[in-house]
């Protein structure tokens, strides 16, 4: 944390305050701003990061916050996608292929807000249940429960013919969400994430985090103020499935399991894990990576020809890329602290650094 | 009563595949804390090894024509080689990582190793046939028993025999059970790290070769992914057998196996696609009683 701790925080002003927050809300509408003038193909690109972003976001709220590893956040992504669909897909193919929606369901049609509300509501009540369970577990055994619940849900989401058409994926999901629509909700997700990380619960689950016994014999609910968490960041995670199924405008349950799980993962890693600038930064580096190598492979004209990198080094790249960024900065790229609030003065910074916590 | 029977003998062989494994996961957890996702990677290699590059759908077995006793460490070797390469590249500058760093870090090295077999092999699933001539049947009773299985089973009790006897009667396995407890400590004490943990990729190496082999003969067909869930239950068998035990990460393994071929061979027809889904609702359960794992180790108590 890098929040003016207690004796500067009282002279602090507000907008030190929120500094951190104004910041990368001030980068991400710059860059939606620049990017909404560019090809149709830049504004694809450019939505798929936002939700991306909204979706490392709510991981990080958790993951950052708790210092639990969590492979279970794409499960929720998928629940959040496939509540999301079943509300607004045209009734006439949810009859004759999703015979098992109940009727409230099967027999309308909703509007695109009420499905992405409903689609993070459900994640979230599941959430509930899960970490109503599996909260008290720490370390390897959290992580491994929550793998376990990705897991399930990919079983459930792909076999379960008569609610997800299973293989055979809903389509017909409207096509709605552009740049704009993912600026709103990823400028939501990042305010949302930066008051939970400043509010008292935050500041609970974080020193449970740094040190889980002290943090109890300080009186605090270690396995409350996770279960908030956690339900918080899926429900932000429900959010963004329900926007890239109205993004793609087609679902499959494959869509949300290992891959995806390991590019989010990945982002808020190369980042730096334990802060929201890490959460963003990560995004942004590891899109441009993947853009970067994507164009070379695709070919670049150098003096006359063509010359174009081999298929496949677009993943290859981008492995090597990630392992690299992990070897020389173990920390994450903005070792895992907030934006620095510019004007100080350099000694006086350097005084009010706190270390990353791992 | 047979069906049970052969139910248990199929159960027993998976669980040997999955013990392997877990062994594999578990020695590198015991020692570098490190949760390795390239271990499926390690099995997928293996079995790639023995065939031709190439992009055919049939798979012309290459080193695999060879005869057993110049193929397996052939093979064997191979797979150590690329062990110990990922471990001097990527794990090497990252020993004083944190866990989620590593365990990312082994997602990159799994990524790049798979997407290095789709552009050697292509992304098609190919068939193989590797040692056709074990799948004749014993019969034992009235129990049919593939001889393959039985050669599984032995295969894995001989391994977890060897290893057992490295870690406990030689000089290097005491080094290395020393390390698991207490890295830092076997350090003072003269105990050399990377060697250390250039044996424990080694061996990771070698149980990563028993599976593909055991595996592949069974299956026969390969694919880029192949590893990855045997991977995946290899974890979940550690951590509920008990992170960082290896007799813990056996017995994880051979419970994940009897408790998938159980629910493969009892749940009702209707039920059975979601057969992972209960699989893994159990392994949720198992951490929710006893978080630690089936077999306790004091090495993961943290201390205050």
Not at chain 2, 27 to 54: E, K, M, Q, T
Not at chain 2, 110 to 129: C, D, E, H, M, W
Request: charged letters at 10%; proline letters at 4%; one cysteine or more.
């Amino acid at each position: 944390m890098t929040e003016p701790l207690v004796p500067h925080a009282a002279r602090a002003s507000l907008l030190r305050r929120y500094w951190p927050l104004l910041a990368l809300c001030a980068l991400i509408s710059a860059i939606v701003a620049v990017g909404s003038l560019g090809s149709e193909q830049m504004q694809v690109t450019m939505t798929e990061m936002l939700i991306r972003l909204i979706v490392v976001v709510g991981i990080y709220l958790f993951i950052g916050n708790s210092g639990i590893l969590s492979f279970g956040h794409i499960g929720f992504m998928c629940i959040g996608a496939y509540a999301a669909a079943w509300a607004t897909v045209d009734p006439a193919w949810k009859q004759m292929m999703l015979t098992g929606l109940p009727d409230f369901l099967q027999q309308n049609q909703y509007g695109f807000l009420p499905a992405v509300a409903g689609g993070g509501l459900l994640a979230g009540l599941v959430a509930l249940i899960l970490g109503t369970a599996i909260m008290r577990l720490s370390g390897i055994a959290g992580s491994i429960a929550t793998f376990a619940f990705l897991a399930i849900v990919n079983s459930v989401y792909s076999n379960w013919e008569s609610v997800t058409a299973g293989t055979s994926s809903i389509i017909g999901v409207p096509n709605v969400v552009g740049p704009w629509v993912a600026w709103a909700f990823a400028i939501g997700a990042l305010v949302l994430a930066f008051a939970f990380q400043v509010s008292r619960w935050g500041i609970m689950l974080r020193a449970s985090r740094d040190d889980e016994v002290a943090a109890k014999s300080s009186a605090i609910g270690v396995v409350k103020v996770r279960l908030i968490a956690f339900v918080v960041s899926a429900v932000i995670a429900g959010v963004a499935g329900a926007l890239y199924g109205h993004f793609l405008g087609i679902l499959t349950a494959d869509t949300f399991y290992l891959g995806m799980t390991f590019v989010t993962l990945a982002m808020l890693v190369v980042g730096g894990i334990g802060s929201l600038t890490g959460a963003v930064t990560g995004v942004l580096v590891v899109t441009l990576v993947v853009e970067l190598l994507r164009h070379l492979e695709a070919g670049v004209p150098i003096a006359g020809s063509t010359v174009h990198l081999p298929q496949g080094s677009q993943e290859i790249g981008l492995g090597i890329v990630m392992a690299l960024i992990m070897v020389f900065r173990p920390t994450g790229l903005t070792r895992s602290r907030e934006v620095p609030w510019p004007f100080t003065r350099r000694a006086r910074r350097r005084k009010m650094e706190v270390a990353p916590a791992r | 009563m047979i069906g049970l029977l052969q139910n248990l003998v199929d159960a027993a062989s998976l669980g040997s595949l999955y013990a392997l494994a877990a062994l594999g996961v578990g020695l590198l957890f015991g020692i570098l804390r490190l949760v390795n996702f390239a271990h499926g990677d390690f099995i997928s290699i293996g079995a790639y090894a023995l065939i031709v590059p190439s992009f055919e759908v049939t798979a012309q077995l290459f080193i695999g024509t060879w005869s057993w006793w110049l193929m397996i460490p052939t093979i064997t070797l191979i797979v150590v080689i690329v062990a110990l390469i990922s471990d001097a590249l990527v794990f090497r500058p990252l020993r004083r990582a944190s866990a989620p760093t590593l365990m990312i870090a082994s997602f990159a090295v799994s990524y790049v190793i798979q997407t290095g077999i789709l552009l050697v092999y292509g992304a098609r699933p190919k068939a193989a046939n590797l040692w056709a001539g074990l799948d004749t049947p014993l019969m034992v009773g009235d129990v049919r028993v593939p001889l393959l299985q039985v050669i599984t089973i032995v295969a894995t009790l001989v391994l977890m025999a060897a290893l057992t006897l490295f870690l406990k009667r030689t000089r290097y396995g005491t080094m290395m059970r020393a390390a698991a407890e207490d890295f830092r400590m076997a350090q003072y004490l003269g105990v050399r790290g990377d060697f250390v943990i250039g044996l424990a990729f080694a061996i990771s190496g070698v149980l990563a070769t028993a599976v593909s082999l055991l595996y592949l003969s069974q299956t026969g067909t390969l694919s880029p992914t192949m590893g990855v869930p045997l991977a995946l239950f290899a974890f979940v068998a550690t951590v509920i057998g008990g992170m960082g035990s290896l007799l813990g990460a056996v017995v994880g393994g051979f419970v994940v196996g009897v408790v998938v071929i159980m629910l493969q061979a009892y749940l009702p027809a209707d039920l059975r696609a979601f057969r992972d889904a209960f699989a893994f609702t159990f392994v949720i359960l198992i951490l929710l009683v006893r978080p630690s794992g089936i077999i306790r180790t004091r090495a993961l108590v943290e201390r205050v």
